[in-house]
């Protein structure tokens, strides 16, 4: 098992599945190619967890003077302190989201007026940016009331037309938090209380009415997908706990999943979503 | 008395601590209301609420009045746009509820579980005013039955139910459409 460095290479490492060191002291950036929402907001999550327990990680910056700018456009260097330089003024469309950390859900809603605003025009299409504003708000909402902790929830949204990034065009958003993580939740409802496997409550996670908590609810997943499936073809990586999850979404078809369990574990839930062709 | 949700709150309202805060809102307007009277829910301007806003304000302040809390005052709601009307039907159609939806003309409409709501509906609209025995007579139902239906249609927000004495003495349910354009 590794322990010290997460080599974050290429492109898009953290969502392509880089293994984490058990304990991360040092985020090397140097050799990264390109960072989706999620892998920012991945990022800033591990970053900001470490600190919280007294072993900040050292970071090594990007070399590519191109991706250093994108990434302070998209906000990292908020969140992750370094001699980022003069950053910015990356040639590549800054996201309409910027990395944004919200320590309550309350404070997500605060800000709806404002994301509304700035994903209606970004977006164009009215009924994509509902969607896409539920689809976040169900997320953010679970990360911010089960996923509660000294980190907050980190949110970051682009929407890429694929030419520059190379990668498919579409809306992406990462929403990622360092609270007890899904399995975790769930086990806190006697139900699930003796189920061990990290993969299993992944998996049932998605059905309804399944809860960590005493409340006759558990939808907000159920509706994330069901939302990103109406939107046209879709992805949904969910990595929590000891166990990862992703999924491929069509209209009217049931979602293509795919299972596998994480190790180490993921503090936290990380968690993206691509719908794409919009 | 009107609860305008847009300019109280916000356009886009996403988060089940959010719809707790506007639902306890809600109720204290509601304790304002003179038995008899109603509250309309405004959402004229809102863009969009998410599953979990619409569960924990509208959802569970309707399951609130299936206990008993504020019947003998109306509930209803207005200006609701596609989408969040579509969310709407979904949170309350989980919880096997409804909930009165008024039109651009003030006509009301079921939303959530509907079923027989809709007939019941436009029988107590008829009656106005009236008692479960009148409601059978009108349904050609059994009073029991009666009685099942206008647990839910109190709890819907669109009659209001009084507790009275009668002549004979004893105690027995009133019960009386509160939607303005039929009060």
Redesign the interface.
Known sequence: MSSGTLRAYGRSPLLAGTSLPTAVSIIDLSALAWATPFDVAALATLWSFRQSTGHTPDLLLPTDPLVRAYLVDMGLAEFIPGDWGAGGGSTIEGPWLPLTRVW???E???L??E??AVTRRSLGNY?LA?RT??I???L??NA??HGRSDVGTFVCAQRYGGTTSGLPPGVWLGITDAGVGIPAHLRRNPKYAENHSDVDLIRLARR?WVTGTAD??G??LV?VFEKAAEAGPSQVLIRSGGAQGAFWLRPGARPAARYRPCTPPTPGTWIHVLVEGT | MRYDVATRWSVFLATRERGRRVREDIEQELRGVAPGGNLVISFAGVEGITVSFGDECIAKLIVGRAAGDFVDRGLLMEGMNEDVRETMEAVLARRKVSAIALGSSGAPEVIGETGWMSSTLAAALELHSFGAADLAGRLHISPQAANNRLKMLVASGAVARELVVPDGGGKEFSYAIVIPAYA
């Open positions: 309550s859900a309350d997500w809603d605060d709806q007026d994301i509304w009924e509902q504003l539920d976040l708000g169900e953010v909402d911010a009331t309804p006759r609810r939808w907000g509706d």
